[in-house]
Nanobody
Framework: QVQLVESGGGLVQPGGSLTLSCRAS????????MGWFRQAPGAEREMVAS????????TYSDSVRGRFNISREDDKSTVYLQMNNLKSDDTAVYYC????????WGQGTRVTVSL
């Protein structure tokens, strides 16, 4: 079955950087588009970045464009989210997801941006 395991979250100061990883299993990773989502306390879950199969295209939400970079390593079945110049508004639990499979989520990884 499809499994997604996110890691790399933590506590970081404003202006700092983190790189999140999501290891996928249970499907042929290279053939699927992947996305990173986040859910802040009291807010809806939102997509922040996506990457097509073969890394042919990437998209970003307005709130992270220019600060976050999504990438993938198909031979490791892993998608990454490099986050730079972090702000307090980036505090959330971050999840990855196969974009066509809307009901399967990992456990998420918590990012807290604070002094």
């Amino acid at each position: 079955q499809v499994q997604l395991v996110e890691s790399g979250g933590g506590l970081v100061q404003p202006g700092g950087s983190l790189t999140l990883s999501c290891r996928a299993s249970g499907f042929v990773f290279s053939g699927y588009h992947m996305g990173w989502f986040r859910q802040a306390p009291g807010a809806e879950r939102e997509m922040v970045a996506s990457i097509m199969s073969g890394a042919r295209a990437r998209t970003y939400s307005d709130s992270v464009r220019g600060r976050f970079n999504i990438s993938r390593e198909d031979d490791k079945s892993t998608v990454y989210l490099q986050m730079n110049n972090l702000k307090s508004d980036d505090t959330a639990v971050y999840y990855c997801r196969r974009l066509d499979l809307k009901t399967v989520w990992g456990q998420g990884t918590r990012v807290t941006v604070s002094l």
